[in-house]
């Protein structure tokens, strides 16, 4: 397969860590970086990048080679750039959150036409654990699916001595707080193993800010959730049981589980050294018997997998990605309909 030829928009943190990924890949060339800050157009060069360019749409408007772009800068402006870059007939893979709401997703796919548009918050689902799940639902093993549980709290440490993001828990430049930073991954792991089945129709959730002795952990402007949690029914019945929060006052908790009406999975978002996927069988003679489908080290990358490498194909061969703009619109219906129903103090319904 020809390398898919790539630019980077937003070279921070994790646009670094995108275009090592793309540079890694045989599936893709990085031909081009922007971004406006000089230390990282001088990263880019360092890298061996050929073009570099201060600006996302000067990027997109003078560079004929670009086939595909990564956006890879705060949430405040993706759907604006994503929009510009399907108009210049590129394919675009957008960091997480993808838009700042559901009203910018559905812009970005009524401009996509043939073109492939993807979201990074599919990180996860990439590893051989979450494949094997996959398989497993896919199958039929679980019945007819009940509840997507998720819970996942992080107890806050000591001081780092570090400034905090300005982005981290901020409805102006991230759309939200750990709900929109990291919750996208949450659901798209859950909804996508479950195979995107799911329909959200009502949401009944609350959201909290950090808590007073731990404030040093966000920026002093902080306006969003450091913690949340919501329930949220589905149109067949199906529940979507979902709790996150950091800087917690609380012991640290990881829980992924699907339940259904044959038996249940449970499951582990997290890379680890020892991870595994257990699978709650049921009989009426034996009543529930578990056992691993899958145990390793799911730890390490893979150039041959991730979303980089799943986008290239995707756009290669004309197939959808593992998050396309469409599952995308799910999780930002979710994601409205979370603080909705938290600044109303009652449910929403979502359309």
């Given at each position: 397969m020809e390398p898919v030829k790539i630019g980077v928009i937003g070279c921070g943190v994790i646009g670094r860590r995108n275009m090592?990924?793309?540079?890694?890949?045989?599936?893709?060339?990085?031909?081009?970086?922007?971004?406006?800050?000089?230390?990282?157009?001088?990263?880019?060069?360092?890298?061996?990048?050929?073009?570099?360019?201060?600006?996302?749409?000067?990027?997109?408007?003078?560079?004929?080679?670009?086939?595909?772009?990564?956006?890879?800068?705060?949430?405040a402006g993706r759907a604006e750039m994503a929009l510009h870059a399907f108009s210049r007939?590129?394919?675009?893979?957008?960091?997480?959150?993808?838009?700042?709401?559901?009203?910018?997703?559905?812009?970005?796919?009524?401009?996509?036409?043939?073109?492939?548009?993807?979201?990074?918050?599919?990180?996860?689902?990439?590893?051989?654990?979450?494949?094997?799940?996959?398989?497993?639902?896919?199958?039929?093993?679980?019945?007819?699916?009940?509840?997507?549980?998720?819970?996942?709290?992080?107890?806050?440490?000591?001081?780092?001595?570090?400034?905090?993001?300005?982005?981290?828990?901020?409805?102006?430049?991230n759309a939200g707080g750990i709900l929109t930073n990291w919750s996208c991954y949450d659901m798209d792991y859950i909804l996508g193993i479950a195979g995107w089945s799911f329909r959200p129709r009502t949401v009944l959730a609350r959201t909290w800010p950090c808590v007073p002795q731990f404030r040093h952990h966000v920026a002093p402007e902080s306006d969003a959730d450091s913690y949340f949690a919501a329930f949220v029914v589905g149109e067949d019945g199906c529940v979507l049981s979902i709790e996150r929060g950091e800087f917690m006052p609380t012991h640290s908790e990881e829980a992924w589980q699907i339940i259904g009406?044959?038996?249940?999975?449970?499951?582990?978002?997290?890379?680890?050294?020892?991870?595994?996927?257990?699978?709650?069988?049921?009989?009426?003679?034996?009543?529930?018997?578990?056992?691993?489908?899958?145990?390793?080290?799911?730890?390490?990358?893979n150039s041959k997998r991730g979303v980089i490498a799943d986008f290239a194909r995707a756009v290669r061969e004309g197939c959808p990605p593992a998050t396309s703009l469409v599952n995308s619109l799910v999780i930002a219906k979710i994601t409205d309909g979370i603080y909705a129903s938290a600044a109303a103090g009652w449910a929403v319904e979502i359309e």
């Open positions: 090592a990924d793309a540079i890694a890949s045989d599936l893709t060339e990085v031909v081009a970086v922007a971004d406006l800050r000089p230390e990282s157009r001088e990263y880019a060069r360092e890298q061996g990048v050929p073009r570099i360019y201060e600006g996302g749409r000067e990027l997109l408007d003078e560079d004929p080679d670009v086939e595909a772009v990564v956006l890879a800068f705060p949430a007939g590129k394919h675009v893979l957008i960091e997480k959150p993808v838009a700042m709401n559901a009203a910018e997703v559905e812009t970005m796919i009524a401009a996509q036409g043939g073109l492939i548009g993807a979201c990074f918050s599919s990180r996860n689902r990439h590893r051989p654990s979450a494949e094997a799940a996959t398989e497993l639902i896919a199958s039929g093993a679980l019945g007819e699916l009940r509840l997507l549980h998720v819970r996942a709290i992080a107890a806050a440490g000591p001081p780092t001595g570090k400034a905090p993001p300005p982005w981290r828990q901020s409805f102006s430049m009406t044959k038996g249940s999975l449970t499951l582990s978002m997290t890379a680890r050294e020892d991870n595994n996927i257990v699978h709650d069988d049921t009989s009426a003679e034996e009543g529930v018997v578990s056992r691993t489908i899958w145990q390793g080290d799911d730890r390490s990358g």
